[in-house]
């Protein structure tokens, strides 16, 4: 088992941790008990810890990580840590900030900041990310692989976007039909049904997909293949990449979806059911099939 050298000492309560290895910097999500739902604390950490591996010249690549048994569940839509009204100095957004805003400025503000601001923040790193997924990768999860320029994925691993339950378009970076094509993307939101890394792999969005035991060791022997290359060279291929997927539509689908996903939330506030349609991650869970404590949409 790949075993990383600690930057230092982690605190068991720290929401992401920093590891680095021969090159290759490892930010771990840190909220197994949760699987690893997303609060405003950890998209911060998150944040921090990116910037840490950017600014340090002795790291080529870096990989996002999940601790325990799940990658990620999502947006944290109902833990006692949520913190919803929580600041931060290093922000993504050039706009207000959402605490203490009502109705939808309060939404449309921390969505923007938090969620979307962010992920094409960390879409924009210009070293290579790779995303290490075993377990659940749900909605808000997968936001976060999608930001990243390559998915292991361990063949424990599934899929999923339910949030048209709440009547609600997708999650807020909504990059479906280019991460997985427009009949598929439609498919997933439509049924809200789990997909497994298998067919994420035959659709282009993952990959490679590995047996669980080597999920760790063979997302880090790509990570140092890809360590090899020069920097720059790398730098500029992935903006290459990026700027060709922008102009096929990527950012401004991304701005337009947005839209309409505030736009349901007022919806569903208008129609006296709140923001989220009265769901929660009780009720998620129920809809999805997973009975298991700690699922988080």
């Keep these: 088992m790949w075993r990383g050298t600690e930057l230092a000492a982690a605190d068991e309560d720290d929401v992401v941790t920093y590891q680095v290895s021969a090159g290759v910097a490892v930010v771990t999500m840190n909220r197994p008990d949760y699987r690893n739902a997303q609060n405003s604390a950890m998209t911060y950490a998150l944040d921090t810890a990116f910037q840490r591996a950017v600014d340090d010249d002795q790291i080529d690549v870096i990989i996002l990580a999940g601790a325990g048994e799940h990658f990620s569940a999502g947006h944290d839509i109902g833990t006692p840590a949520r913190d919803h009204h929580v600041n931060y100095d290093n922000r993504a957004v050039l706009w207000w900030d959402h605490v203490g805003k009502p109705g939808g400025d309060q939404r449309y503000a921390r969505e923007m900041e938090v969620y979307l601001g962010m992920c094409r923040r960390w879409r924009e790193i210009p070293k ?10 749900i909605a808000g999860g997968l936001m976060l692989a999608w930001v990243c320029d390559l998915i292991v994925a361990a063949d424990d691993a599934f899929f999923c976007d339910p949030v048209v339950r709440m009547g609600i378009p997708g999650v807020e970076y909504f990059a479906h039909p280019w991460a997985l094509g427009p009949r598929f993307a439609k498919e997933i939101l439509y049924t809200g049904e789990r997909f497994s890394a298998q067919r994420a792999y035959q659709a282009g969005m993952v990959s490679r997909v590995v047996p669980r035991s080597e999920l760790a060791r063979e997302t880090h022997s790509l990570a140092a293949r890809i360590a090899t290359m020069p920097r720059f060279g790398l730098a500029l291929a992935k903006r290459s990449v990026n700027q060709c997927e922008d102009q096929m539509g990527l950012r401004n689908g991304i701005d337009s979806v947005f839209g ?21 991650a009780k009720a998620m869970a129920a809809a999805s099939g997973d009975e298991t404590p700690g699922f988080h949409a």
Excluded at 128 to 137: D, E, H
Excluded at 260 to 280: D, P, R, T, V
Aim: contains cysteine.
């Design 260 to 280: 309409l996903h505030h736009f349901a939330h007022a919806h569903n506030a208008e129609i006296g059911i709140g923001s989220l349609a009265g769901m929660n």
């Design 128 to 137: 290579p990310t790779i995303a290490m997924v075993q377990g659940a990768c």
